[in-house]
């Protein structure tokens, strides 16, 4: 600790810190540009100047830039000296003689950190009189609009691009006051996390293509604090709402899960949200479609239902648990099922147990970046669980901080840190059957089949301790990499062993676990993640149900006779004929979904689910850790035809239906309660949100306090301004009417504004420190994955599996993640499909060779009866013997199948890489 002085005050403060970080943290304003909380300071800009003195007898005193320097014991420095003040408002008004002043059609307006910091210097009066630099604009791609005219040359655009999140495409060119910030030439963007250089840019050069669309100020936006959908990680976002539609998402701070910053799939795969064809109301198909309201349709439901023998609920690892849990209670625990194919619900059940009863402790994803080894096996984490692999990048380059700290560099000091280092890394080692975003800084890539991940992973443990079973018939170059593997997880000081179900195999978990407790019975204090592959896959698997084809099975043999289908598309996780089978079998099919898909249409009666925007819930990240999602707005405010539900409500008001009673409508409150209570393993589930966070009746505000045009939002339908839409069941308002400040701790803050502070830059307001966690808190509460104890034993040594073979005319099908399209509902965005890439096969060189077959030629892959024709792209590294395709082009693809590969006529154009 230390104590300076700001302005006559005296405050104690971290000494590691710069000035500026430190006076943020206590609430003190001072502008800057150049310096994030992210990654820390390089003195481009100028703007943090303050005067520091050399002790309290000091008149003089000198200027100084506050994020170069550090907040010493006994530093005496004012902010709101005269020559301090003047010299930022110099900088600014220099700095804005690059800018066009166009902020009335500026994406960033009222967004702006540019705007905050022209206000907090003081600069309101234009004196440049001259002619301005003009720069042509490139195409970005999809997500994001380029206009480098409004540049003022803080550097953090490159800064986060390059150094922070590994892109290699974005640069900066030029010199002295002439530079530009962008590709060589024109193109998309290539890095997943491009997006957040709508955040980090200060000004409007990088904005949000996907909301420019539908463009809506930020001040007109309703909000709340959500988390993201689209894949386990569980990020915290802000999505903001007008005129009955989701027009962006932003990073909602959490200091342990996501901090500042998303992956493109979350920040722009909402847009499935928007869809003309949603279904809206319910719909009864018969010999055509007939819309009903809800009273007729819940009464037609009822009538299915109460006609059938047994009906199986097919439940879903993208909607709420307590969604889930409606279902489970409507069909009884043993008609209920996950919804997930059998093979991933194995890999659920496995990772379940791992995290319950193995050694090593789950860490959150902040404190990934601590570790210092890691060990990746059987994940391509850009694909699979894409924040994490940024996590996974700042563990490795953290081999930097340890340098600057032996040589006395402060951490803050960004491009002395970096100057030092260069290229030294931590360890990081990944097994993969395909080549991997991570693979530039790790110390070894090795391109396997996923049996041969598995027993790379046993021979690890075995060097490691030499009880663990040993591996018969290894071959060299794999035990070679097992001994340096195990040499470099033994002098870590905290290993991280990651693994996961994306390959869909237990015996990479059977390896993983056999790691683990190795590292653990040497007394290792490390880390062990497992990455699920959905929103809610980790809560599902705690749910107990029986996988999708047990419960399709019963249908097919006429053991039961009707379904319920909660927000899931059985044709996207099973092959159309064996779904085909079922649903020709059933005499009664209800889907309850958000989006028209294939199962939607096969139903008798379909119930318009609410998306996450449109009701509240919560789900389990794949840390276990429960999180609560909230309502962003009413449908039914702007849609007074619509009928969206949420899914938990349409399945206790068909329960009560079926029964012929009137009771109580659930509510929110009771429907966790409930699955809290049936749910031992959920128990904490309770606690993920606040519903009570203020004193008394006051509520907090969805809408900044300068929302505007509310009285003309309907004047379309009604000149006459109905009563907001009220939500008793949670600590939020539909309006701007309630709380929307910072000095009362909270942990769910729909929005982050503050005085002065419009930008995301105010995030700074809402944390016990810059950086740290929010000052109320951070939301959530872990309710699984957290019993750990060291145990002893390994898995039996026959679980070990035997050396992959290459089968001649035959190949190994493996089904790996993709991260634009391999996602269902996100690949409904446009901007998704967009940036999606065209899918292709690969196979290894020599496979090619063997099958006459050129990179581009068309091939037809046929596994079972389904036939599916794609281009080749040849992988130089791919393991012979193995073809993979990217997810989502053949739902149902059994992995770790052998399939064949026939020549079709012509070849595709082009060869797009999958």
């Known amino acids: 600790m230390a104590t300076i002085h700001v302005d006559g005050n005296a405050y104690d403060v971290d000494g590691s810190d710069n000035l500026l970080h430190a006076c943020l943290s206590l609430g003190l304003d001072i502008p800057y540009f150049c310096w994030h909380p992210a990654m820390g300071s390089v003195g481009a800009c100028r703007q943090c100047a303050v005067k520091q003195y050399k002790d309290e007898n000091d008149t003089q005193g000198k200027i100084v830039m506050s994020c170069m320097t550090p907040a010493a014991d006994n530093s005496w420095i004012a902010i709101d000296d005269d020559d301090a003040k003047a010299f930022r408002a110099r900088v600014v008004e220099w700095l804005m003689t690059y800018h066009p002043h166009d902020c009335p059609v500026c994406a960033e307006g009222g967004h702006c950190h540019l705007q905050d910091m022209t206000v907090m210097t003081g600069h309101s009066q234009r004196r440049y009189r001259f002619t301005k630099r003009t720069h042509r604009n490139q195409y970005l791609g999809p997500f994001v609009a380029h206009e480098m005219n409004r540049c003022i040359n803080c550097y953090r655009c490159v800064r986060f691009y390059n150094d922070y999140a590994g892109g290699t495409d974005l640069g900066v060119f030029g010199m002295h006051n002439n530079l530009y910030f962008g590709r060589h030439e024109e193109g998309v963007l290539e890095s997943p996390f491009?997006?957040?250089?709508?955040?980090?840019?200060?000004?409007?050069?990088?904005?949000?293509?996907?909301?420019?669309?539908?463009?809506?100020?930020?001040?007109?936006?309703?909000?709340?604090?959500?988390?993201?959908?689209?894949?386990?990680?569980?990020?915290?976002?802000?999505?903001?709402?007008?005129?009955?539609?989701?027009?962006?998402?932003?990073?909602?701070?959490h200091g342990e899960v996501n901090g500042y910053f998303l992956c493109d799939r979350g920040r722009f795969g909402y847009d499935y949200i928007n869809r003309d064809d949603r279904p809206r109301r319910p719909e009864w198909h018969d010999a055509g479609v007939k819309t009903l309201d809800v009273d007729p349709a819940l009464d037609r439901g009822a009538d299915l239902l109460r006609r059938a023998d047994r009906v199986i609920g097919i439940g879903s690892p993208r909607a709420s648990l307590e969604s889930n849990h409606q279902l489970k209670t409507l069909v009884g625990e043993n008609n209920f099922s996950t919804g997930i194919a059998a093979a991933e619900q194995a890999c659920l059940a496995r990772m379940a147990g791992i995290d319950?009863?193995?050694?090593?402790?789950?860490?959150?994803?902040?404190?990934m970046e601590s570790h210092d080894a890691v060990l990746v096996l059987g994940e391509d984490l850009h694909h699979s669980a894409a924040r994490l692999g940024l996590n996974v990048r700042q563990a490795v380059l953290g081999r930097r901080e340890e340098l600057a700290e032996e040589r006395g560099i402060p951490l803050w000091n960004a491009e002395a840190v970096k100057t030092l280092a260069q290229d030294s890394y931590h360890p990081l080692y990944i097994a993969y059957p395909s080549a991997t975003e991570l693979d530039g800084i790790s110390a070894a890539s090795m391109r396997l089949a996923p049996d041969n991940i598995a027993r790379l992973g046993f021979a690890i443990a075995h060097e490691i301790d030499a009880e663990a079973p040993a591996v018969d018939g290894l071959d060299a170059a794999t035990q070679a990499?097992?001994?340096?593997?195990?040499?470099?997880?033994?002098?870590?000081?905290?290993?991280?062993?990651?693994?996961?179900g994306s390959l869909e195999s237990t015996a990479i978990l059977d390896a993983t676990d056999s790691v683990v407790r190795a590292l653990a019975r040497r007394e290792k204090n490390g880390g062990l993640l497992m990455v699920r592959r959905e929103a809610n896959s980790t809560g599902l698997a705690l749910m107990d149900g029986k996988p999708l084809e047990r419960a399709l099975e019963q249908v097919s043999l006429g053991h039961a006779d009707a379904l319920v289908v909660l927000e899931n598309d059985l044709y996207e996780r099973l092959p159309q004929a064996r779904v085909d089978e079922t649903l020709d079998a059933a005499d009664g099919l209800i889907v309850i979904d958000h989006q028209r898909t294939q199962t939607w249409q096969r139903a008798n009666l379909g119930l318009p689910a609410a998306s996450f925007a449109e009701t509240d819930g919560t789900l389990v990240n794949l840390e276990g850790r429960a999180q609560r999602f909230y309502q962003v707005y009413d449908p039914r405010h702007l849609r007074p035809e619509c009928r969206l539900h949420a899914g938990w409500r349409w399945l206790d008001a068909l329960r009560a239906s079926l029964g012929r009673s009137a009771g109580e409508p659930l509510t929110f409150a009771k429907a966790v309660a409930d699955c809290a209570e049936s749910h031992p393993a959920l128990a904490g589930m309770e606690s993920a949100g606040d519903h009570a966070e203020l004193p008394g009746t006051l509520k907090l505000a969805r809408s900044p306090h300068r929302y505007s045009g509310r009285t003309s939002m309907r004047a379309d339908i009604s000149v006459s301004e109905p009563r907001m839409p009220q939500d008793p069941e949670t600590p939020f308002e539909f309006s701007m009417e309630?709380?929307?400040?910072?000095?009362?701790?909270?942990?769910?803050?729909?929005?982050?504004?503050?005085?002065?502070?419009?930008?995301?830059?105010?995030?700074?307001?809402?944390?016990?420190?810059?950086g740290g966690h929010l000052s109320g808190g951070d939301p959530g509460i872990c309710v699984a994955g957290t019993v750990k104890a060291a145990s002893s034993g390994y898995p039996a040594a026959n679980r070990i599996p035997a050396a992959f073979a290459h089968q001649g005319d035959r190949f190994q099908l493996w089904v790996l993640p993709r991260l634009f399209?391999?996602?269902?509902?996100?690949?409904?965005?446009?901007?998704?499909?967009?940036?999606?890439?065209?899918?292709?096969?690969?196979?290894?060189?020599?496979?090619?060779?063997?099958?006459?077959?050129?990179?581009?030629?068309?091939?037809?892959?046929?596994?079972?009866?389904?036939?599916?024709?794609?281009?080749?792209?040849?992988?130089?590294?791919?393991?012979?013997?193995?073809?993979?395709?990217?997810?989502?082009?053949?739902?149902?693809?059994?992995?770790?199948h052998w399939v064949t590969l026939d020549k079709a006529p012509g070849k595709t154009p082009g060869k797009e890489d999958g």
């Open 194 to 253: 491009a997006g957040n250089l709508t955040e980090v840019c200060p000004t409007g050069v990088f904005t949000d293509k996907t909301h420019t669309r539908h463009y809506t100020r930020k001040w007109d936006l309703q909000y709340a604090p959500s988390v993201c959908h689209q894949c386990a990680v569980g990020c915290n976002t802000s999505p903001g709402e007008r005129y009955g539609s989701v027009r962006r998402i932003e990073n909602r701070y």
């Open 356 to 367: 319950a009863a193995g050694a090593l402790a789950t860490p959150t994803p902040r404190e």
């Open 481 to 500: 990499h097992a001994k340096e593997i195990a040499r470099a997880l033994l002098a870590a000081e905290r290993p991280l062993v990651i693994s996961g």
């Open 738 to 770: 309630g709380y929307s400040g910072f000095d009362r701790p909270r942990r769910n803050v729909p929005f982050a504004w503050a005085p002065g502070w419009n930008s995301p830059q105010a995030w700074n307001k809402f944390t016990d420190s810059v």
């Open 821 to 896: 399209g391999g996602e269902a509902t996100s690949a409904r965005a446009d901007a998704i499909a967009e940036r999606a890439q065209t899918p292709c096969l690969r196979l290894s060189a020599a496979d090619a060779r063997a099958l006459d077959a050129e990179d581009g030629e068309t091939l037809t892959l046929t596994a079972g009866e389904s036939r599916l024709p794609l281009a080749l792209h040849i992988e130089a590294d791919l393991p012979d013997g193995l073809v993979t395709l990217p997810a989502g082009v053949m739902p149902g693809a059994p992995n770790g």
